[in-house]
């Protein structure tokens, strides 16, 4: 008789209690193993091996299994990292994790959309489960990916490929499952979201704030991604889709960056009451069946929440007509907020695996998003109604300002405020703010105003958003 069968068996004379704690002892000894490779092992990756070693005894005691990362696929096997793992689980061959029979969960932390694309497309046509971190990879591949996952019986979890440590694409696939979406915005970056709230705080320039940012380690390697608001817009199109079953190329929605932003601006906007933000908007008209998806700076009243979130958080605010508005403010990047989402997916694969019903975009889901989509267009420019803020920098010459009026009226936009800066080199900037007009006007305008000789540079417009709840 075996150990554990002598304690059961002495347990027989004792408390039904006793019993059942020992048997659950026994069961829980003989949970299974779930297997995990790990393609990539940089910041995120050595996160998830970090906080799974850490909370290890909790993690899978809430599971009812065991976690082994068995392989781990590095470009260069040698190089120095924080975590420490055993060298035979190094490997520059990615097969051992995707091609690999025993290996249960394929974790994708390359990112870019070449190789981490193939081997993603591999692992899920032998019907494997595949958890990533690459907003950029399901932003323009997703389409494709969901398909093939679907076909051949593997599984595609996305939670980390936005906004980090929030859980909002759950939020939105499960808990606000009964609501249609009016409107989901929020910011999606935080490094852009450090260096505004810098210049803000501190009246620091663009280009100074950049810098600190740089040195600590916030901007990606291309920032472009950051600087360009593409790894915000990634993630808008991503939400865009999760929420209303239609995908949207990055090409087709409006995508600008907070390289043009001033401290002037900041200035003049925190008297009228705002704060910049580089927000992310999804908003569908129900009646006219169209949807906007666009990233961009943006005015924002300070009474927003969303104003109110600074330095590297993100903030997201979810309108549903059921529920009402959700705001979800958290961590958006970094080695712990995000490796938080990843392994929040691997724990969903694990119960899928065991047999819980799948979290994941299944064949039945696709025909309800199908239907979320049926007929839905993207708004044209002409459709997109605000009000805006611009800045022009003039000569400093009697009649300028008549001349801009005079301008602008063609198009038929009119002012709301209007605030002048003398510069030192004879020029001037012009701040104003109009009354409602729309993104065809604007750019018509813009375009006639860097025409005239009294302007002395292209004018920077920015849009003051006013959520309709």
Known sequence: MTDCAHRVAYA???????????????????????????????????????????NRQALEFRLGAQLDITEVVVKNASKPREVAVPAECYSTDPTRVVDNPEIDIVCEMMGGTGEALELTRRALKQGKVVVTANKALVCEHGEELFKIANENGGHYFYEASVAGGIPIIKTIREALVANRFKLIFGILNGTSNYILTRMEREGLSFEATLGDARQLGYVEADEALDLDGIDAAHKAVILAYLAHGKWVKLDEIICEGIREVSGTDIEIAGQLGYKIKLLAVIARDFEANKLSVRLHPALIAKSEVIAGVDEVYNGVSVTGDVVGTTVLIGRGAGQDATSSSVISDIADAVFMIQGAPKPVISEEDEEVYRQLADGLE?????????????????????????????????????????????????????MLTTHESNETAVAAAKAALTAESVVVAAPVSLRIFEPSY
Request: net charge positive; proline share 1%.
């Open 12 to 54: 027989r004379c004792g408390t039904v209690t006793f019993t059942f704690i020992l048997i659950a002892t026994f069961h829980m000894s003989q949970k299974r193993i779930i297997r995990i490779g790990l393609l990539g092992f940089g910041v995120v990756g050595q996160g998830v091996w970090k906080n799974i070693e850490k």
């Open 378 to 430: 993207l708004a044209v420019p002409a459709d997109l109604a605000g009000r805006y803020y611009l800045r022009v920098h003039v000569k400093d010459e009697e009649g300028v300002l008549a001349k801009i009026s005079n301008i602008l009226a063609a198009h038929h936009i009119s002012f709301a405020t209007v605030n002048q800066k003398e510069l030192a080199d004879g020029t001037a900037l012009i």
